[in-house]
């Protein structure tokens, strides 16, 4: 079992940056982890996911804007958020698994980006 627990979320004016954390209860070295984001009236979209070794990937809508990192020595994720849009508001959720489908999710932290 895994609890993820999010932090940094916020209201920004777009084109402005934003910076996510995700600490976890126990080490997350070996899983995938990811963001994930949501909101009204839409299904949770898949936003970026980092691998145990390091390599990342990310949704189209925010590539070249959004960079993810993880620290295994603090149990840690990242997401940092650059020129962000009016679109990018929403719930993000962190979330970690095995394989690429996440097996655990943390409660969600509030971002909103004014126009």
């Known amino acids: 079992q895994v609890q993820l627990v999010e932090s940094g979320g916020g209201l920004v004016q777009a084109g402005g940056s934003l910076g996510l954390s995700c600490a976890a209860s126990?080490?997350?070295?070996?899983?995938?982890m990811g963001w994930y984001r949501q909101t009204p009236g839409k299904q949770r979209e898949y936003v970026a996911r980092i691998f145990s070794d390091g390599r990342s990937d990310f949704v189209d809508s925010v590539k070249g804007r959004f960079t993810i990192s993880r620290d295994n020595t603090k149990n840690t994720l990242y997401l940092q958020m650059n020129s962000l849009k009016p679109e990018d508001t929403g719930v993000y959720y962190c979330a970690a698994g095995v394989y690429t489908n996440p097996t655990y999710w943390g409660q969600g932290t509030q971002v909103t980006v004014s126009s």
């Open positions: 126990r080490s997350i070295f070996g899983f995938v």
